[in-house]
């Protein structure tokens, strides 16, 4: 069965940078992009862009461009968020999510909550 | 790209019928027929719901149904249950590799 299983919460300053992961299983993980998807506390849905897990090429929405960096380890199956500079306002939990064609996410990581503070 | 505007809440009792709007322009929801939906319960990930506007991914009950007109698509849940109480979000692919989730709808089973 198809999971997507995030690593665990984080707890940084302001101006650290955090790497999340998010480890496939279940499919091939080069067939399908993966996207990544916040929510700040009590907040929606926001969506931060995908990575094309073949050819490694990522997109960002806006705003995320910059400090936020999608990378992959194709080895383990495994997708990352790196966030750098960070500022109270990125507290929020991050999702990684199977993108598919026809534009849909149909398998969600658990999450994984970053929180800044100082 | 700014988010699908959704009510901010919608309910029903037990068995009773919901319908949830979500609107847009005709850059995304109008555009094309990649709306989805997405039920997400307190302290939980998301979970698909609808695909491609109408499709039901396998485990979904039918009691959801998804639709479109124009740039307002729109999730109906019949015969509402308590485990349907959650949040729903919608989303469209925008274009330009471009992609929008909806502000949201808490649903509430009386």
């Known amino acids: 069965q198809v999971q997507l299983v995030q690593s665990g919460s984080e707890l940084k300053k302001p101006g650290a940078s955090v790497k999340v992961s998010c480890k496939a299983s279940?499919?091939?993980?080069?067939?399908?992009?993966m996207s990544w998807v916040r929510q700040a506390p009590g907040q929606g849905l926001e969506w931060m862009g995908w990575?094309?897990?073949?050819?490694?090429?990522?997109t960002y929405a806006q705003g995320f461009a910059g400090r936020f960096v999608f990378s992959l380890d194709t080895s383990v199956s495994t997708a990352f968020l790196h966030i750098s500079s960070q500022e109270a306002e990125d507290t929020a939990m991050y999702y990684c999510?199977?993108?598919?064609?026809?534009?849909?996410?149909?398998?969600w990581g658990q999450g994984t909550l970053v929180t800044v503070s100082s | 790209q700014s988010a699908l505007t959704q009510p901010p809440s919608a309910s029903g009792s037990p068995g009773q019928s919901v319908t949830i709007s979500c609107t847009g322009t005709?850059?995304?929801?109008?555009?094309?027929?990649?709306v989805s939906w997405y039920q997400q319960h307190p302290d939980k990930a998301p979970k698909l719901m609808i695909y491609?506007?109408?499709k039901r991914p396998s485990g979904v009950p039918d009691r959801f149904s998804g639709s479109k007109s124009g740039n307002t698509a729109s999730l109906t849940v019949s015969g509402l249950q308590a485990e349907d109480e959650a949040d729903y979000y919608c989303?469209?692919?925008?274009?330009?590799?471009?992609?929008?989730f909806g502000t949201g709808t808490k649903v509430t089973v009386l």
């Open positions: 279940g499919y091939t993980f080069t067939t399908y992009a």
């Open positions: 005709s850059s995304d929801v109008g555009g094309y027929n990649y």
């Open positions: 999510a199977r993108y598919r064609d026809g534009y849909y996410f149909d398998y």
């Open positions: 990575i094309n897990t073949d050819t490694g090429n990522p």
């Open positions: 989303s469209s692919y925008g274009g330009s590799n471009n992609f929008v």
């Open positions: 491609e506007v109408s």
